[in-house]
C-alpha cells in the first residue's frame, strides 16, 4: 500500500492540551505532508518534512520523521478549539504522486 | 495569488447520467490532481498530470470515468454513466511538481450527490 495510516482514528482533548497524531506508511517516501480539513471544506497544507530530515516545526505544530519505522508524528501545542478538524498524512512517492491516509479526526473542547 | 478553483461546487444527478467537474489550478503549476472523497475517509488519488500528460491513472474507474488536460492548464473530470457508489466530494489539486519538494493546494470540491 502506498497510503500512510493514522492513529488514533479520532482524539479528544480539552483547550490548551497537546495533540499527537501518528502516521506509518509501509513504502519508499520523497517526502511526508501533513494537512488539515475543515468539516466541509478543502483540504489545507500544514507541513512539509523531506525523507532526510528528522523534526521540523512551524508555529505550534512539531512533526517527526524516523524512516527506519516508517513513521511519523505530528504535534499540536497548546491546542485551540479552532484547531478541531481531520488531519491526514500525505506520502509523496516517485514522480510526485501523492496519496492520503484516513485521516485523524480531532476535538477540542473549550 | 489566486487559489485553486473547482466548479460546480454541488450537483445533484439520478444514476446513469453524466457530469463534468471542472479545475482551474494556480498558475505555473505544472501537477494537477483529482481526488475521490467519500464521507468519512481519506482522499482517493484518481489521476494526476504532469503538464498535460497523464502520471498515474491506476485508480481511475476508466469504464466511467474520464479526464483530460488540454493545453496543460485547467482540466475537466467526467463521470458517464454515473453510479450510487460515486456519491463523493471531488477535489481538484496543483503543485509546482517536478524535482523538488513541493506542497499541494486544494480546491473546495464538487460535492456530488447521484440518487
Known amino acids: 500500500s502506498q497510503q500512510g495510516e493514522e492513529d488514533p482514528q479520532a482524539l479528544s482533548i480539552q483547550e490548551g492540551e497537546n495533540a499527537t497524531m501518528n502516521c506509518s506508511y509501509k513504502?519508499?517516501?520523497?517526502?511526508l505532508q501533513w494537512y488539515r480539513q475543515n468539516s466541509g471544506r478543502g483540504l489545507v497544507h500544514l507541513i512539509l518534512i523531506r525523507s532526510n530530515e528528522r523534526e521540523k516545526h512551524s508555529g505550534r505544530l512539531r512533526v517527526t520523521l524516523d524512516t527506519s519505522k516508517k513513521s511519523s508524528s505530528l504535534l499540536i501545542t497548546a491546542s485551540r478549539a479552532a484547531d478541531t478538524a481531520s488531519y491526514f498524512c500525505?506520502?509523496?512517492?516517485?514522480?510526485?504522486?501523492?496519496?492520503f491516509g484516513e485521516g485523524t479526526q480531532l476535538t477540542v473542547n473549550p | 495569488e489566486a487559489g485553486v478553483a473547482q466548479s460546480p461546487r454541488y450537483k445533484i444527478i439520478e444514476k446513469r447520467q453524466s457530469v463534468a467537474f471542472w479545475c482551474n489550478p494556480i498558475?505555473?503549476?505544472?501537477?494537477l490532481y483529482w481526488y475521490q472523497q467519500i464521507l468519512g475517509q481519506g482522499p482517493k488519488l484518481l489521476i494526476q498530470f504532469q503538464n498535460n500528460g497523464v502520471v498515474d491513472d491506476s485508480q481511475l474507474p476508466k469504464d466511467r470515468f474520464s479526464a483530460e488536460r488540454l493545453k496543460g492548464v485547467d482540466s475537466t473530470l467526467k463521470i458517464q454513466p454515473a453510479k450510487l457508489e460515486d456519491s463523493a466530494v471531488y477535489l481538484c489539486a496543483s503543485s509546482l511538481g517536478g524535482t523538488g519538494d513541493f506542497a499541494a493546494f486544494f480546491g473546495q470540491g464538487t460535492r456530488l450527490t447521484v440518487v
Open positions: 500525505a506520502l509523496e512517492t516517485s514522480g510526485s504522486r501523492l496519496t
Open positions: 498558475s505555473g503549476h505544472a501537477t
Open positions: 513504502t519508499s517516501i520523497n517526502n
